[in-house]
């Protein structure tokens, strides 16, 4: 099969992306899988040089319960037993309009005559044309595993490898043009990750007929800069070789300067005119000087481990379901709105009140003195961490309870089926995050709206 895409512009037609694509599957007896895929895509994007690349991807998977051997040993508290594994490779080419080519730019005009001025156009980038596909190289293995024909347990470790990053040249201003598009860097993530599920129901006694399921999910995932060049800082982040990928990078802040005493004998703090009440920073490196120099890497950029349970139950018409997930060691940066007094004229939180520096409680502040909206200036807004904040938490997402009526008493109103229930989303979140939600999108202002809490009651008919 092939996929082709055109794009007309200017009188110049281009195809975008062209892919061919095969797949090879071989099963035998449920025992044996065996599946392999080929794609060799085009793109014109990327120079004529390494404008094609193959992708290949294969798969398998052993039943192993299957066996004649596994057979004789007669376990019958395994059910079910398959080993999986998978490796493959995928291109990627988004990197923009064909940044291989020289391209020139209209800039501002110039007098070439010394008289009248002319629109100048000048080559505004590096051009290189040499570069070629990012590649992710991807390997997956797993166990699946059922039993006692109750308990579904699946295991898995994977590995995810990106080379040939395409990305901007790490080059010298000296050069005069923009940074060439090229191929350098890579980036591994490694994960592990186990599912468990186990469903019943009970035979015998009160309870009958009382069906239930209980699953419970975690995954660890670790990343790393395998491959760089040299370290760049941008903000409260850094990309370093052997660090996960824009680790966290700023000063430690160690609390708030009680008095002038405390702040004669610290450290100077750049060269700050510190007051009490001010942010008090750490002498990482022990040389008598608070300055860039002292900043250090913060973990926190990806979460220890991420988790999930679910609940069922139904019995005599009654169901049950609830879904909690939850996030260990994740951390963001959140600073201006919510963390900043009266920005813009935002009030301060009642938080920021309670914890900030006084002249009648100096000792033990969570914050700094109140200040208008800029905190003071730059000594109190650096990146530290004071602004990261702990994101860990657990959320019961949603809580579903039901009632499936009897159905002789559905049909006296000519239903099928009729169930009462009542259903909420995100009703509970345990969590030492001071902002409005630890689930957020990412870095940055600290007064991001949350996720909104339903409530609902509902009633389901079939005719």
Known sequence: GGTTGWNNGGGMEEWALMSLFGRVNYNYKERYLVEANMRYDGSSRIAEEGRWGLFPSFSGAWRITEE???????????????????????????????????????????????????????????????????????????????LFNKLNVTAGWYKKYTTDILRSSQVSW???????????????????????????????????????????????????????????????????????????????????????????????????????????YRDANNDGIIDNDDRITMPGRFASFEYSVNLGASWKGFDLSLIGQGVEGKKYYTSQWGAQPFLQGSAPTRDYLEGMWTPENPNNAKHPKLYWSDLGGSKNTRASDYYLQDASYFRLKNLTIGYTLPKHIAQKIAAQRLRLYFSGDNLLTFTKYNGLDPERSGDGVAAQYPQNRIMSLGVNVEF
């Open 174 to 280: 000296l050069l005069g043009l923009d940074a060439p598009t090229v191929n350098s860097g890579e980036v591994e993530n490694q994960g592990l990750e186990l599912s468990l599920n186990w469903r019943d129901m009970i035979q015998e006694g009160a309870m009958k007929g009382f069906e239930y399921n209980v699953g419970f999910y975690i995954d660890r995932v670790r990343n790393k800069l395998a491959k760089f060049g040299s370290d760049e800082i941008s903000g409260y982040s850094i990309l370093s070789e052997g660090l996960p990928y824009a680790e966290y990078y700023m000063l430690d802040c160690v609390g708030v300067f009680a008095n002038q005493e405390e702040i004669d004998n610290s450290p100077t703090q750049f060269t700050d005119s510190t007051q009490p009440g001010d942010l008090k």
């Open 68 to 146: 004649q051997f596994i057979k004789d040993l007669d376990l019958n508290w395994l059910t079910n037993a398959k080993i999986r594994a998978s490796w493959g490779k995928l291109g990627n080419q988004n990197i923009g309009l064909y940044p291989y080519q020289a391209m020139i730019a209209g800039v501002n005009t110039y007098p070439f005559n010394n008289k009248d001025e002319s629109l100048a156009y000048i080559q505004t980038v590096f051009a290189n044309n040499s570069i070629k596909w990012e590649t992710t190289t991807m390997t997956d293995i797993g166990l699946d595993l059922t």
